[in-house]
């Protein structure tokens, strides 16, 4: 049997770990921001179609959650080898380059998608300033 108060304390847990390193970590906090501009983006332009949707919120979830995988593991390098290793360093690095590859992959995303819908605005703007 499902039990509803397990499950809610399941949750309480989950945002809980979401608060402490949106608190904790800056670049967590900058790529919520880039979050709320996107889903901003995505609510402000209806003519975007199902499919650019779920691949905006999908790019938009992977960053977040290899960002938060990059924390773990970044604390459990720390506690494994609290000293400063080349081997703690080398998983730090990488962890950042996955990271790192998964944003610039999600702007390129965001770009294809949504530069369709925002130039045409833009060439108009354009125009009306210019003439």
Partial sequence: MIS??????????????IVRIAE??????????????VFGLMIVMPSLQIWERVALTFMVVAVLVL??????????????EPRVSPMVKDIKDMMA???FLTALASVFVGYCIFWPHIAPTLQKLWFAIVL
Avoid: C, Y
């Fill in 67 to 80: 960002e938060i995988v990059n924390s773990i593991l970044e604390r459990l390098a720390d506690a494994v």
């Fill in 97 to 99: 380059g996955a990271v």
């Fill in 4 to 17: 509803f108060h397990s499950f809610q304390k399941s949750v309480r847990h989950a945002i809980a770990g």
């Fill in 24 to 37: 904790e970590e800056q670049s967590f906090r900058v790529q919520m921001l880039a979050a709320a501009v």
